[in-house]
Structures are given as structure tokens and as C-alpha cells.
């Protein structure tokens, strides 16, 4: 039996091991390509000490010294003694560089460029090697501008095919962007685009309480990456609720996505917010003006957020606002300006 073991790195990038179930995470890793830092490999120096953010593993032979029980108790682990007993998370304090972890890089083809709306791309693309791509939802990857000396873009996946290699992504179309003007005046279908990733702590943590999601504009992709993800694995166990916010009824896309999500997942909800007064949608103005106590759950509710960064203030501030200190506040900042 092996497991699936993701290894998240402080810079940000993330990568995929196979660990054998009697196998130490540190062996998988090396034998992968991984130098996880360590010194004795036997449980006693610390120097592999990492936070396991999910999953369920036996902790293996220690010294107190090593590795404390309030530590043990806090999900850190000994990496040179861990053995998974399912798939795992695991967040390692040091960079991808540090390990020697080669950037993974993939040569990929445009299947579907489409405009959704006056402010929005679909972006498709297909690859060989992105069959063997692992992701959590939630995290991006960086896309290179065809033609433009090397420069990228970041953008979360909305959803990723392992079976067909098809990586799909939301793209906002900002006047003068290098990538908006790509896809706008010279993307075709069959055009090559380099991809690397996956990258970014931005991803879905177990669900063991109520979640909150805010999208804003094209921060709805991780949001459906996410619900692709749980409607793959048998739906919700706690209510999930998404506010997506938007400027006008014209930048709302992806909304049958969501309703289909909404049929499939019985404890999740969605709503629309548009800042325009003269929506036709029923919530209008922020996507603060509609986070309701039910939403907060007293607190106990997990949050995500993806949106520009006056929408993560905002939503801090109003936090503090109402007086409440949710068990976890996930964010990811996009630069509404740059695309
Ligand atoms: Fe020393 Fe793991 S390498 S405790």
C-alpha cells in the first residue's frame, strides 16, 4: 500500500511523493529526487521536524528531545520517522531549493480560449506531462506570456483533468495586460504555453467544520477546483457556503458550474454579490454586506478567501468588526491590475 504524500515547501511550492506505508517520508522523498534536510535519520537531532497539515501517520521511534508531545500534539513530526497511513500533507521548513527539488516544467498546448465575459477568459490547455501533475485545490500555477521575453502570469487552477491532461483556468481581462492581450489578440488553439507548478499554501484543508468561501471576481477559480475536488470524493460533511463577488451582472461567470455543484453537494450553498446598484441580482453592494452570523458559525467555521486585496482587509476588518476569531482564516491575494 502507498500513499500520496504532498510536501509543501516555505517558498511556496509543492510536490508530490509516493510513500510506501512502512516507508519514512524522508526515504520516499529522497528516493524521489527530495533531500528533505536531516542529520542522524534516526529520531534523535530535530533537523527534519516538519507540521503534518493533514492526513494520519504513525510518529515512529523519537526522543523526547526530538520532538516534544505538545509538538507531536501540535501535528509536527519527525520526517526521517513518519510513516503515513493515508495521504498526507505535509508542510516542510525549507525552501524547494534547499532540497533540490528540480522546478517541474510542462510544454502544454491551448485546447480552449474563450471569453466568458468583457472581463473574464477560459483558458484551457492540454499535456502530455500533465497527466502525472498533482495539485491541491486552491493552488495556481505560473503560465509564461508567449512572445513576451520570458514573463509569467499566475493563475489558480479551476480545474485540473489528470485524465485527459486538461488544466483549466479563469483569466481576467485587464487593458494593457501582457496575458489579456495574448489571449485577446494572438492565443489559437495548438499555440504552445509553458506552465510550472503547482505552487501556493492557498489549497483546502480537511473539512471538520463549516467553510466559508469569497471569491471575488476571478478568484472563483480555486473555489472550483475545490468543489470539483470534494464532489469527487463523495460531497460536504459540514454546510459550505460561497459568496462570490463581482462589479456588474456582466462579470458574473461560471454560475450553471456552480449550480451543478449545488445539486451535487447538498450542504453547499452560494451567493451572489454585485457591487453595481442596479444589478438584478438580490445582494448588491460588498461581499462583507452579506456575511451573515449563521456564515460565522460563533467562529467555528473554517475561511477562504480569494480576491484583490482590499477584499482580504476588508473581510479582516469586518472580522474584527463583529468581534470574531474564526478557527481558520485561508487567503490568497491576486493584483487585480496586473494579467
Ligand atoms: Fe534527525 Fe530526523 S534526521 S530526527
Do not use: W
Amino acid at each position: 500500500m502507498s500513499y500520496n504524500i504532498a510536501l509543501n515547501f516555505e517558498d511556496g511550492v509543492t510536490r508530490f511523493v509516493e510513500c510506501g506505508g512502512h516507508e519514512s517520508v524522508v526515504d520516499a522523498a529522497y528516493r524521489q529526487g527530495i533531500n528533505i534536510p536531516m542529520d542522524c535519520r534516526e529520531g534523535a537531532c530535530s533537523t527534519c521536524k516538519c507540521r503534518v497539515e493533514s492526513g494520519e501517520y504513525l510518529l515512529g521511534d523519537y526522543i523526547e528531545d526530538a520532538l516534544s508531545q505538545d509538538e507531536a500534539d501540535r501535528g509536527y513530526a519527525l520526517a526521517c520517522q513518519m510513516r503515513p497511513k493515508t495521504d498526507c500533507v505535509v508542510l516542510v521548513s525549507s525552501s524547494s531549493a534547499a532540497c533540490s527539488t528540480k522546478q517541474e516544467i510542462f510544454t502544454t498546448s491551448i485546447t480552449e480560449v474563450r471569453r466568458l465575459s468583457d472581463s473574464t477568459f477560459a483558458l484551457e490547455l492540454q499535456g502530455e506531462g500533465l497527466k502525472s501533475l498533482n495539485f491541491l485545490p486552491g493552488q495556481y500555477a505560473n503560465l509564461d506570456v508567449p512572445g513576451e521575453g520570458g514573463h509569467h502570469r499566475s493563475y489558480s487552477f479551476s480545474s485540473m483533468g489528470a485524465a485527459d491532461g486538461r488544466a483549466r483556468f479563469l483569466i481576467r481581462n485587464v487593458p494593457g495586460g501582457l496575458m489579456s492581450g495574448y489571449l485577446k489578440e494572438r492565443a489559437q488553439v495548438g499555440a504552445t504555453l509553458t506552465m510550472t507548478g503547482p505552487y501556493g499554501s492557498f489549497y483546502l484543508r480537511k473539512l471538520e467544520r463549516p467553510v466559508l468561501m469569497l471569491a471575488g471576481g476571478t478568484g472563483l477559480a480555486p473555489f472550483l477546483a475545490m468543489l470539483d475536488k470534494l464532489a469527487s470524493v463523495g460531497g460536504l460533511a459540514h454546510p459550505t457556503h460561497l459568496i462570490y463577488g463581482v462589479n456588474t451582472d456582466r462579470d458574473i461567470v461560471e454560475q450553471d458550474a456552480l449550480d451543478d455543484f449545488a445539486n451535487r453537494l447538498p450542504n453547499f450553498t452560494y451567493s451572489i454579490v454585485v457591487v453595481d446598484a442596479n444589478s438584478e441580482q438580490p445582494k448588491k453592494g460588498y461581499v462583507t454586506h452579506h456575511i451573515t452570523p449563521e456564515h460565522l458559525n460563533e467562529g467555528n467555521v473554517d475561511i477562504y478567501l480569494c480576491g484583490p486585496p482590499p477584499m482580504v482587509e476588508a473581510v479582516a476588518q469586518h472580522l474584527r468588526d463583529v468581534d470574531v476569531k474564526s478557527v481558520s482564516f485561508h487567503f490568497e491575494k491576486f493584483n487585480a491590475s496586473i494579467s
